[in-house]
């Protein structure tokens, strides 16, 4: 068990790598805490799960709602273990088409939703602490239509290497599992049509050199490599997990 009495937060717990991770986590022995906010995915990961995770509802894009998961595991938990901020989002869109809005959206999510789940959590984290966040393959690869959520996931790399050195002193390891094209419901909400999907997935999927997406359970194994003692000598560091696309 390499989790053992670990208390887990996991943002964006009720779908694809967050909720494959919840569970690994939770078969290796850790309490864990799954933020979403979806509430039919909530009560459905609930129903899964059992009584065996603390499903929160909040939406990580408001520091005002983030601060009030953290109080309630505070209150309940008196502490966070590892922290995996994971919840992410995005929407495809050319330059011309890129509106202020959609900007606000996918930064609002991505970047200030690891921002402040790190910064308020930052209290309940103890020396031996790990935090772990989601970034993106698309650090590395320019796609079209992508602009926006590729530098949202460039903003949190960078983070986790100033952050990284934030909490060095304090013994705390802050690390990224970097995914690369991988079967989750996550492309479905681009806003692309079916044609649109199945053009980009088979354009970027003809890129990667084991010719295939990833499953949603492999990214979760290197974010438990991440989460646990096994990764112990490692922080600010981006763990890449996608098929060889950005690294051959
Ligand atoms: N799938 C890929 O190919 C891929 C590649 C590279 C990186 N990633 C990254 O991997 C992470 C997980 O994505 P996934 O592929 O597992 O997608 P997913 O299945 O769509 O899961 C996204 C999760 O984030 C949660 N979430 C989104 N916005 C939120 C908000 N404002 N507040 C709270 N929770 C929110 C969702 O909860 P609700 O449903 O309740 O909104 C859901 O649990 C993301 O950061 C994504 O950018 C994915």
């Given amino acids: 068990m390499k989790l053992s009495n670990k208390i887990v937060l996991v943002t964006g717990g009720t779908s694809g790598i967050g909720l494959e991770a919840a569970k690994l986590f939770r078969e290796e022995g850790a309490t864990v805490i799954i933020v979403g906010q979806n509430p039919d995915r909530l009560q459905s990961v609930a129903g899964q799960l059992g009584d065996s995770v603390t499903v929160l509802r909040g939406d990580v894009s408001k520091p005002a709602a983030v601060e009030s998961i953290i109080k309630q595991i505070s209150e309940k938990f008196g502490r966070i273990d590892v922290l995996f901020a994971n919840a992410g989002m995005g929407l495809a869109s050319p330059l011309e088409a890129v509106t202020e809005d959609q900007i606000d959206r996918q930064f609002d999510v991505n970047f200030k939703g690891v921002f402040f789940a790190i910064q308020k959590a930052a209290p309940l984290l103890a020396k031996g602490g790990s935090i772990i966040v989601t970034t993106s393959f698309l650090n590395e690869v320019g796609v079209p239509g992508l602009s926006i959520l590729s530098a949202t996931k460039a903003a949190v790399r960078s983070l986790v290497r100033s952050l990284g050195a934030e909490f ?57 490599f991440l989460a646990s003692d096994d990764s112990s000598f490692m922080t600010g560091s981006e763990l890449v997990v996608d098929g060889g696309l950005t690294q051959i």
Avoid: D, M, W, Y
């Fill in 168 to 224: 060095a002193p304090r013994g705390i390891r802050v690390n990224a599992v970097s995914p690369g094209l991988t079967s989750t419901p996550f492309h479905g909400k681009l806003g692309l049509s079916e044609k649109q999907l199945n053009e980009a997935a088979s354009a970027i999927g003809n890129r990667v050199p084991l010719h295939r997406f990833g499953e949603a359970g492999e990214i979760a194994k290197a974010a438990l």
